[in-house]
Each structure stands twice: as structure tokens, then as C-alpha cells.
């Protein structure tokens, strides 16, 4: 944005400084003369003859005291200025380069705690965030390049084998193009749901967990029981404010990635809500084989797939939890990721609590 060339802060405060001493100054002499003044009676011999006298002495020093405060101002207001200011250079320095795309540089500014000691740390860690962020977005269009690029290769060479082979049974190469078509297209949407989560471009509603639950539940238990998994379900009726078909999705995943990672036969998933007096939780978690804290801190990174947990063809596109994650966040609340001494994992999703609410 283009504005017209003004005088510096610098030179404001100097003035400032220069002006406020000057008047000071002047509000003194012109006390010290009217005290003088006070004591001229005609007839006095010992007293200064007449007001016209004391002024015409009085006058020279003034203008001396005067010419000796704004300069002294100046001067002074000029360097007490610059070095107030300096951490304010360095700050607009740290800004320009942020803007220029360097994101690594810190102002790191020294001294005691004061305003501009608290911008600096702000400012250096909006930096820190910022740098984060672009270098997960990296990743994250690194990774949905490669995957988007899988079934993309896999479906060319498909093609061209069925070109190079006309006898070919098509049969199969339509059953193999529909699951490579079905995994892209379910990537997709993936990507666009995670998307619309990150941008926080939804209406927010009073909605119940509890039932968002049963929902999610009831819709994956025929998943659950063809293989062999027993689905429990308990909890509150948990009020909470935001995305009903968001939260949903958040809960549906959870559920589904509880049932893919669990036990070959005779597993177990758990699915509760609970209420606090500030905030609202669910908690869904299952059996399986026992999972390493450093695993469980990643897995909820975008295309990251625990190489440790039990997998079926029921494994997604690996954006589960990352999808979880970001619907959270979404709704200001948090994921927390913890695995279970027996095994399995227990992810907890906690949420501002609103207040009672009667329909979704």
C-alpha cells in the first residue's frame, strides 16, 4: 500500500521531547519573573526602580535559558528517542524479512520484561508457528502428491496393458479400475474434507456427542461385525457447539480406524462421552497389539500409517486422523493420543462444552 512520505517517529518524539522541555522552561521563568516582579514597590531604594527595568534584565537570561533548553531538548530528545526506538528497528527488520520469505530469523531481544520485549516475543513466536505450519503444509502437499500419484500411475499401466493385450479378459481390468478409481476418489475427498476443516468454513450448531456417537456406531457396526469385533457404547449426554456433519466425520473415522487396527478376532472397541463443567469429551479406544509412545505421537500426521498396528483393506487413504485432528483444532478443542498398557490405542477428543440445547 502506497502513503505519502511523513515525518519519522524519531524526529516526532524528539520534537515532542524538545517542546514539552521548552514549555516547562517557560512556565518557570515566567513564575521566577512574576515572583521578582512581586517584590518592585516605587519609593523602594534597595528594590528594582520600575517593572520596565526588572524586564529588560530579566529578558536576556530568558532568551538564554531558552536557546539552552531547545537545544539541549534536541539533542537529547534526538539520542533518548533512538534508543527507546531501537528495539523497534529490530523488530520492523525481523518483519521485512519475514515478508521477504525468511522465516527462520528471530529478534531474540534482550533485557527486562516490558512492552516492547512482549512484542518481540509475540512476533518471534508467530514466526515459529508460521514456519511450522508452511513446512507441514510442504509435507503434506509432498505426501498428496505422491499418493494422488499412485492410483493415477496404477491406472495408466492398467490402461496400457489392456491396450498392448486386446484378448485380455476386461472383466478384471474393470474390477481392478473401479478399486483404483474408488481409492482416488475416496483420497479426494479426503483432502477436500481436511481443507474445509483447516479453513474453518462451516456453521456452527448445538449438537450433541452422545448422539453423534450412536449414529457413527450404529453405521460401522456391520463393519464390526463381520470381523468378529464387539462395539460398546456408553456415556452422557454431552452438549457442545459446532459442526454437526464435521464432528460426525471426526467420530465415524475414529470408530472405523478403532475397527480396521484391532485384533484378527474377538477385539474390542469402546466408545464414551462424558461432560465437565467447561468442556466435553469423547473417548474411543480398542484392543490390539501393543503400540510404541513415539508411534503414537505421528500417527495423527497426514498419510502416516502406524507400520506396528494390525491393517485390513479397511485401512483408508491414511488421512483418519489427520482429518480427526484438524476437525478438532477446528473446534478449538483437543486430540490426545495415548496407547493402552494392554494394548490398542485410546484417543480422547475434548470440546468447549455449551450449555443444554433441545434439537440439533
Request: net charge neutral; glycine share 8%; charged share 20%.
Amino acid at each position: 500500500m502506497d502513503r505519502a512520505p511523513g515525518l519519522s517517529v524519531r524526529l516526532k518524539l524528539t520534537v515532542s521531547y524538545a517542546g514539552f522541555l521548552m514549555l516547562a522552561g517557560a512556565v518557570l521563568l515566567t513564575a521566577g519573573y512574576f515572583s521578582l516582579s512581586r517584590g518592585v514597590h516605587p519609593g523602594v531604594i534597595f528594590m528594582v526602580r520600575s517593572h520596565a527595568d526588572l524586564l529588560r534584565d530579566f529578558a536576556p537570561i530568558a532568551v538564554i535559558v531558552m536557546a539552552f533548553l531547545l537545544v539541549f531538548g534536541l539533542v537529547g530528545g534526538w539520542l533518548l528517542a533512538g534508543r527507546m526506538l531501537a528495539p523497534l528497528t529490530r523488530i520492523t527488520d525481523a518483519a521485512r524479512e519475514a515478508a521477504n520469505g525468511s522465516l527462520s530469523h528471530r529478534i531474540e531481544l534482550e533485557g527486562r520484561q516490558d512492552e516492547f520485549r512482549e512484542l518481540a516475543d509475540a512476533f518471534d513466536t508467530m514466526l515459529a508457528r508460521l514456519e511450522a505450519h508452511i513446512a507441514e503444509q510442504q509435507r503434506f502437499a509432498a505426501n498428496a502428491s505422491h499418493e494422488l500419484r499412485t492410483p493415477l500411475a496404477i491406472t495408466q499401466t492398467l490402461l496400457d496393458v489392456a491396450r498392448n493385450d486386446p484378448n485380455r479378459n476386461n472383466g478384471e481390468l474393470v474390477d481392478r479400475l473401479h478399486a483404483v478409481n474408488t481409492r482416488a476418489i475416496d483420497l479426494t475427498e479426503a483432502l477436500l474434507l481436511l481443507g474445509r476443516a483447516d479453513q474453518r468454513s462451516f456453521t456452527r450448531e448445538h449438537v450433541d456427542l452422545s448422539l453423534i456417537a450412536e449414529e457413527a456406531t450404529e453405521t460401522l457396526l456391520p463393519l464390526a461385525e463381520k470381523r468378529g469385533l464387539t462395539i460398546e457404547t456408553s456415556g452422557d449426554t454431552t452438549p457442545t457447539i459446532g459442526s454437526y456433519a464435521l464432528l460426525l466425520q471426526l467420530t465415524a473415522n475414529l470408530v472405523h480406524n478403532a475397527i480396521v487396527h484391532n485384533l484378527p478376532d474377538q477385539g474390542t472397541v469402546r466408545v464414551s462421552t462424558s461432560v465437565q463443567p467447561k468442556s466435553v469429551a469423547l473417548i474411543v479406544e480398542n484392543t490390539g497389539e501393543k503400540l510404541a509412545p513415539p508411534l503414537v505421537s505421528t500417527l495423527a500426521e497426514p498419510f502416516h500409517r502406524g507400520t506396528e498396528r494390525v491393517r485390513t483393506d479397511h485401512a483408508g487413504v491414511g488421512l483418519g486422523l489427520a482429518i480427526v485432528k484438524s476437525i478438532t483444532q477446528a473446534h478449538d478443542g483437543t486430540l490426545t493420543l495415548t496407547p493402552r498398557a494392554a494394548g490398542g490405542l485410546r484417543v480422547t477428543v475434548q470440546l468447549p462444552a455449551a450449555p443444554p440445547y433441545n434439537g440439533r
